[in-house]
């Protein structure tokens, strides 16, 4: 069946270092995938998510690209900030929305 | 204006007590989705809605019921309430059920404990 794994549950890291959270799926056919983020007391709400045309979306500084052959979807920022510090999701979309279990990212100064 | 409204914010409710929660969406969307939110499980898929139809239903209790009485509601009923109830319940909207826009919109929550 369809699923997305984030291996990490938290990610630690000092304001500055680059970053990036895992998420790997698996699916029967080519999904859509997204990012969203939480931050604290909030609800989620869409980061990016992936191009039919293989573009790679951006906001905010986060890129992601959708490697079909390794069947990942990694988020990535080149310089972490404090106001970072969130709860990640990614998803798939393959006829209903599969969320993974969420990456704990803590920016520190 | 807020886009995704639910009500209410906060909820307490004793033990086998029955409650709804709230959800209507001004976006003009033909999907509407419940989520669940708990320390045990970070974000749990309930239900999908589309054009007011049951789309997919992952609960396995069936002491959660949605209900749609127009195509931009979507309230969850949930009888004989049990401590392990307690989550933060999101409702949450799409234009389409699946692909390009299938885009979720979440509203505010709702912050259900159960005593």
């Known amino acids: 069946g369809d699923s997305v794994t984030q291996t990490e549950g938290l990610v630690t890291l000092t304001e500055g270092l680059p970053v990036m959270l895992n998420c790997t799926y698996q699916?029967?056919?080519?999904?859509?995938l997204f990012w969203y983020v939480q931050h604290l007391n909030e609800a989620p709400k869409l980061l990016l998510k992936?191009?039919?045309?293989?573009k790679r979306p951006e906001h905010q500084g986060f890129h992601a690209t959708l490697h079909k052959s390794s069947s990942s979807f990694h988020l990535q920022k080149s310089s972490a900030q404090l106001s970072d510090s969130a709860l990640y999701y990614c998803a798939l979309d393959n006829n209903r929305i599969f969320f993974g279990d969420g990456t704990q990212l803590v920016v520190k100064p | 204006d807020p886009k995704i409204i639910q009500k209410p914010k906060y909820l307490v409710a004793v033990t086998g007590s029955e409650k709804i929660l709230i959800c209507e969406q001004y976006l003009g969307h033909n999907a509407m989705y419940w989520y669940r939110q708990s320390a045990k499980k970070p974000l749990e898929f309930m239900f999908s809605?589309?054009?007011?139809?049951?789309?997919d239903n992952q609960t396995a209790s069936s002491r959660f019921q949605p209900q749609s009485s127009k195509k931009n509601h979507l309230d969850l009923q949930i009888t004989a309430l049990k401590p392990d109830d307690s989550a933060t319940y999101f409702c949450?909207?799409?234009?389409?059920?699946?692909?390009?826009?299938?885009?979720?919109?979440f509203g505010p929550g709702t912050r259900l404990t159960v005593l």
């Open positions: 699916s029967t056919y080519s999904p859509f």
């Open positions: 949450a909207s799409s234009q389409d059920l699946t692909g390009n826009y299938a885009e979720q919109f």
């Open positions: 809605y589309s054009y007011q139809k049951l789309m």
């Open positions: 992936s191009f039919t045309d293989n």
